[in-house]
Nanobody, 112 residues
């Protein structure tokens, strides 16, 4: 899986926004469960958002109302739109397809 950030280095100020993308080859995002995980230094990896094959979504409580997971079936790409970012959102973010295939990881740093 390939991932990218809108901003080089994934640096954003508190309250800002950032969109992560994850392009998929070999599998269709439209029919697979996909998600975004993150891992902060010294912390356990946590699932922050997921989208099911049927289209339903679920979010970690700490990001509800701020993050949105979506997919572009035509581009076979998964997205994570992150709004109202907080310093505690700082982590390496990973996209996954069915928990079987993983993106390389994207560092997101929220700091003033």
């Amino acid at each position: 899986l390939r991932s990218s950030c809108r901003r080089w280095g994934g640096l954003v100020q508190p309250g800002g926004s950032l969109r992560l993308s994850c392009a998929v080859s070999g599998r269709r995002v439209s029919v697979n469960d996909m998600g975004w995980y993150r891992q902060a230094p010294g912390k356990e990896r946590e699932l922050v958002a997921r989208i099911f094959g049927g289209g339903s979504t679920r979010y970690q409580d700490s990001v509800k109302g701020r993050f949105s997971i979506s997919r572009d079936n035509a581009r076979n790409t998964l997205y994570l739109q992150m709004n109202s970012l907080k310093p505690e959102d700082t982590a390496v973010y990973y996209c996954t397809l069915r928990g079987e295939y993983w993106g390389k990881g994207t560092q997101v740093t929220v700091s003033s």
